[in-house]
């Protein structure tokens, strides 16, 4: 791991800029802007943690100092997943300058954090601290979006291995499991023991039945959902889909999830605090990383447990 660190200005807070090598790798002349703008605006100490307990290490003795992240959604996840560890994820808002692909930063544009290095590094500087919800399972992780079950099982992710030294790449491919095997010919059938390539009717969010055609290759998975044990599906009707979602925008930081369960003929919608998945062994994807398999899971919103800085507009608290 190495560090270093400027004088104090005597302006805003002091910082600790985490740096996922990724960032560095992928994008090295965003990461210099940003490191160039922090340091002129205020006392920063620069970090990039290549393993874990270097990353435990280094908020631990952090001090006063509020951490930024300067790399994907992936490096905030998992900074947020120490401090949530440490039982400090309340402490200090936390600051990022998204760098990375656009599909690696799909968190950081809905919750508002601009897109230009320069921007985001003044909104670090000069913003205020929103408060968010987090999603936070039974298993210690966390995610910031939200979480996806399908019945075909997890997706591996296809691309260049650019980030394998990355802290937060290590960790997820340590995490992900093997692709669960589909649910066998037939266990996808509707109510009228039609495969799923039949096309079948589904109750919409208007209450209406609406017409749908199953996406091709899609298969159905035995589980048991509850939402603030209220049962929205049991394993004796198969499920495509269940989606967990953090709501953005002016909706965010209420404390509830919006849930959708696909199931073949039906689509149901709901909002709760909390969710429970059980079933013979699934996998998911939080915040698009594949983790599992697993036989059971709960995931509970944790209201306003974290902030981030943001710039500073009319609707900032």
Known sequence: MSSLSTPATGGPEPLLLLLDPAARQSDGESVRIAK??????????VACPETPSEL????S????????VIGSDLALQRVLQSLYRQRELGADPVGLVPVGRPEELAAARALGVPGAPVAAARAVLTGAARKLDLLVDDGGGVALGGVRISGGGTRRAVGRPGGWRSLWAKLAAAEQATALTPEPAGAGAGPDGAGGSTRTGRTGPSGRTERVEPARGEH???????ADGRLLADV?????VVQVTLPSGAAAGEGVMEIVVRAPGALLRARAASISVAGRGFGYEADGRPVGPVRARTWTVHAGCWGLLLPVTQDTP
């Open 61 to 68: 003795h952090r001090g006063r100092r509020r951490p930024v």
């Open 56 to 59: 435990d290490r280094v908020l």
């Open 36 to 45: 160039d703008v922090l340091s002129g605006g205020t006392d920063v100490k």
């Open 220 to 226: 159905s998975a035995r589980l048991r959902v509850e």
């Open 236 to 240: 004796h009707r198969p499920v495509r």
